[in-house]
Structures are given as C-alpha cells and as structure tokens.
C-alpha cells in the first residue's frame, strides 16, 4: 500500500480558491491512480475527481466540473487538487487515495486512504 497525506485545507470565502496537495510515500506512485473524494457531516463520503496513472484521463463529479482541477506531479510523488469558485456546498473533509486500477471513481475501488484534510468555505 501507499501511506498518503493531505495539506491545504483551511477556511475561505465563498468565490475563493484553495489548492489541495496529497504526498504520497511507500510505493512506486506513478503505478496508482489517484483520486480525491470528500465527506460533509451527515453524508456519504463522494467521489470529487481522479487522474490516471500517466495523469492523460482525468473524471469529475458533475457538481465540481469547470471548477476544480486535479493534476499529479510522478516526480515529487504528489497529486493536487486546485479549487477554484468554492461554494458553501463544498465543505467538507477532503481525503486522498490510490488506486490500483488506471483510472477509477467508485468508493470501493481505492485500496488506501489520507486522513483527510478539512475545507470549510463561509457565505
């Protein structure tokens, strides 16, 4: 498995932009795809975006698309989430994880997780 772990959460203003960073070590990283999800109180954790192995495919969930923007670095071992028009909507804890298929964007389909990092986005 790959140990992950998430940085750039924080409190911002309805219209701001926050960048995620996950930093993974224990695998090689460029074997995993790599996703984002997040979970609010109360809710189900959801799917937010995910990058291919190669980082050529990317997915978003309907309601982040032309807003957030994932990429990886293979180099440094990082994947990043760029949050862009933030909405009270989209507070949540934002958690990394790797998965072992080329692309995925079910739940059940990473085998590791971070241990999240929070955005809260005030009105």
């Known amino acids: 498995q790959v140990q992950l772990v998430e940085s750039g959460g924080g409190l911002v203003q309805a219209g701001g932009s926050l960048r995620l960073s996950c930093a993974a070590s224990?695998?090689?990283?460029?074997?995993?795809?790599m996703g984002w999800f997040r979970q609010a109180p109360g809710k189900e954790r959801e799917f937010v975006a995910a990058?291919?192995?190669?980082?050529?495919?990317?997915r978003y969930a309907d309601s982040v698309k032309g807003r957030f923007t994932i990429s990886r670095d293979n180099a440094r071992d990082t994947v990043n989430l760029q949050m862009n028009s933030l909405k009270p909507e989209d507070t949540a804890v934002y958690f990394c994880?790797?998965?072992?298929?080329?692309?995925?964007?079910?739940?059940?389909?990473?085998?590791?997780w971070g241990q999240g990092t929070q955005v809260t986005v005030s009105s």
């Open positions: 994880a790797a998965s072992r298929r080329p692309i995925a964007s079910i739940r059940i389909e990473y085998d590791s």
């Open positions: 224990g695998r090689t990283f460029r074997s995993y795809a």
């Open positions: 990058i291919s192995w190669t980082g050529d495919m990317t």
